[in-house]
């Protein structure tokens, strides 16, 4: 069975930094695509980074040079570090599995709650 | 960049068809996903591939994609189906784009 924990939510300050864990069972991160997915309160889904399985990392224009998506293949363990925070990326942040070519997501995370905010 | 436009919402009543539909520029040549995403959970997949089914979906979900519009059909709705929908493609300018979701009532 394919589980995605993420960790590492919470409340921050405008400007300040964090740094979302998504451990990951029942699949290899390096084996796969993986992608984080973040939902604003009320609002729908946005794709905010992705990498891919040699590595390469894809940033959504929202978060380009601010957000950074890697993977640590010993633990098994995929990050999203953010910086410069705005209360624009406050949202549940999901950790999922995107497969395939056009990058369907059959794989999710239960969700991790980052609030922005004074 | 891409975009996916969806309904905001669309009400059915119990026992009929629901459609969702899903606009973008020439749709057909690209492959659609739809997610189901219920109150307070993570999104499930529902279709993909315009049309397939993942295992344990029941056969009552189908999708179709031509043109610039995919659609998803939800035969025979029940009261558990209630959530809202996301169709989902992958755009070479955009990377992954998601529609705005539309959120399905039933009456």
């Known amino acids: 069975e394919v589980q995605l924990v993420e960790s590492g939510g919470g409340l921050i300050q405008p400007g300040g930094s964090l740094r979302l864990s998504c451990a990951a069972s029942g699949l290899t991160v390096s084996s796969n695509q993986m992608i984080w997915v973040r939902q604003a309160p009320g609002k729908g889904l946005e794709w905010v980074s992705l990498?891919?399985?040699?590595?390469?990392?894809y940033h959504a224009d929202s978060v380009k040079g601010r957000f950074t998506i890697s993977r640590d293949n010993s633990k098994n363990t995929v990050f999203l570090q953010m910086s410069a925070l705005r209360a624009e990326d406050t949202a549940v942040y999901y950790c999922a599995r995107a497969y395939g070519g056009s990058y369907y997501i059959d794989y999710w995370g239960q969700g991790n709650l980052v609030t922005v905010s004074p | 960049s891409y975009v996916l436009t969806q309904s905001p919402s669309v009400s059915v009543a119990p026992g009929k068809t629901a459609r969702i539909t899903c606009g973008g520029h020439?749709?057909?040549?690209?492959?659609v996903h739809w997610y189901q995403q219920k109150a307070g959970q993570a999104p499930v997949l529902v279709i993909h591939y315009d049309t397939d089914r993942p295992s344990g979906i029941p056969e009552r979900f189908s999708g179709s994609n031509s043109g610039n519009m995919a659609t998803l059909t939800i035969d025979r709705v029940e009261a558990g189906d209630e959530a809202d929908y996301y169709c989902q493609v992958w755009d070479s300018s955009s990377d992954v784009v998601f529609g705005g979701g539309t959120k399905l009532t039933v009456l």
């Open positions: 990498i891919s399985i040699p590595g390469t990392t």
């Open positions: 020439i749709i057909g040549s690209k492959s």
